[in-house]
């Protein structure tokens, strides 16, 4: 099964990066540290950046945080970051963009949920005064719908009408209905106020992976917006990935999808760009992007006793993090190589062969003996000593000559 097309999309700039057209699908992350906290903020953005996302969020929620955010743009840009800064607002952006012109002018993009800009007559006139705001500063736009904070004046409206209907649709359904109808209606004011389509990027975004994926599905089909995606409150750790790969993958198999972040709950021992990990990853597996050599290796049986094939593997992907930077500046197109580290002879040499360099270790009743392929060719056969430092030697030279 091959990747559908993307969808034909207008191009929106945020700073240094572009999202939809024919752009590379943008990672992006959020801060999870008061941005009323200077160093603490500053440090995990340069952290999320150093490891690869293109956009960086924060929240701003207050005057404290909207003095702290321009605090550390600066900061940023004054240390040679440029990556795009968003800011993300809920209830009182249009207040804070008002009262804070040189924040409103510094981020690279506003994020606004119109389930919470206010109410009624209020919504309106907040939601105009941001866009406004954004219009005068050359700002793109996210749109952002969540499930747990629909606007409720969208969806009564719809229930009501659907309980009149002759044949009712199930709730979600009709949820469903109104995530997209907020996202709709939000963008054609932002439209009518003075924002270009190429300014505007929409989401809609659930906890629910089915729930989800087929709000997703239903917007794609209504509008050629740019596209972010995401499954909010996805949890942490093992469920967190899982579940959002699940759901990102599923959306960008079909071309939907034109930046994307893996929220994931804060686990102690693991870092914030954990999140960006993820998303790299994903994209990678599903050869929409490279980001760096791919390590296919054995999973481990009752005919790999030895551990060595897993301390190489782990070797091997340690010698890549340390290299690749260096490797993307001297040898384009380095991250596309695939490294195949097998255990036994069952798929080993297989597995070995079709990698770009591979290497086969010996099963707990094999000689011991590691045959090296590259491009398919059996190059040398290493002895089962100082396995790790020979084939790292190896894989230097590959690189080095091959790129």
């Given at each position: 099964m091959s990747i559908k097309s993307r969808r034909k999309t207008p191009v929106v700039k945020i700073g240094m990066v572009c999202i939809g057209g024919n752009c590379p699908i943008a990672v992006q992350a959020m801060t999870n540290t008061p941005t009323a906290n200077v160093t603490a903020t500053y440090s995990q953005t340069v952290e999320l950046i150093r490891a690869g996302s293109?956009?960086?969020?924060?929240?701003?929620?207050?005057?404290?945080?909207?003095?702290?955010?321009?605090?550390?743009?600066?900061?940023l840009r004054k240390n040679?970051?440029?990556?795009?800064?968003?800011?993300?607002?809920?209830?009182?952006?249009?207040?804070?963009?008002?009262?804070?012109?040189?924040?409103?002018k510094a981020l690279d993009k506003y994020r606004i949920n119109p389930g919470n800009v206010g109410s009624g007559d209020k919504h309106d006139d907040n939601f105009v005064q941001i866009v406004n705001i954004a219009v005068k500063n050359k700002k793109p736009v996210r749109i952002g719908v969540n499930g747990g904070s629909l606007d409720q004046g969208v969806l009564a409206k719809l229930m009501d009408a659907n309980s009149k209907a002759k044949k009712p649709l199930a709730t979600n359904e009709v949820v469903y209905q109104a995530m997209v109808k907020s996202a709709l209606d939000s963008a054609a004011m932002a439209q009518k106020i003075g924002l270009r389509k190429d300014q505007i990027v929409l989401s809609v975004k659930m906890s629910r992976l089915q729930d989800m994926v087929a709000v997703y599905e239903q917007l794609a089909k209504k509008c050629d917006y740019v596209l972010h995606l995401g499954l909010t409150e996805a949890g942490g750790d093992i469920e967190g990935i899982s579940s959002s790969s699940a759901a990102l993958a599923i959306l960008l198999q079909q071309g939907i999808g034109d930046t994307i972040r893996v929220s994931l709950t804060p686990q102690k021992g693991f870092l914030r760009s954990r999140e960006v990990e993820v998303c790299q990853a994903l994209l990678q597996s599903m050869g929409l992007s490279y980001f760096f050599p791919s390590v296919i290796s054995c999973p481990g049986c009752g005919r790999t006793s030895s551990h060595n094939f897993q301390k190489l593997a782990e070797e091997v992907r340690i010698h890549i993090k340390k290299n690749i930077k260096q490797w993307k500046k001297k040898y384009p197109g380095v991250e596309k190589i695939k490294i195949a580290v097998m255990g036994c002879v069952v798929n080993g040499p297989g597995e070995s062969k079709h990698a770009d360099i591979g290497i086969s270790l010996p099963g707990s009743s094999e000689e011991l003996k590691a045959p090296v392929y590259i491009k398919g060719k059996l190059v040398k056969i290493l002895p089962g000593k100082n396995l790790t430092q020979q084939f790292l030697r190896i894989l230097d030279w590959f690189i080095k000559n091959d790129y």
């Open positions: 293109e956009l960086v969020r924060w929240t701003i929620n207050d005057d404290k945080a909207a003095i702290g955010a321009e605090k550390v743009i600066l900061r040679g970051y440029l990556t795009p800064i968003i800011g993300d607002f809920h209830y009182n952006g249009h207040i804070l963009l008002r009262e804070f012109p040189l924040l409103a």
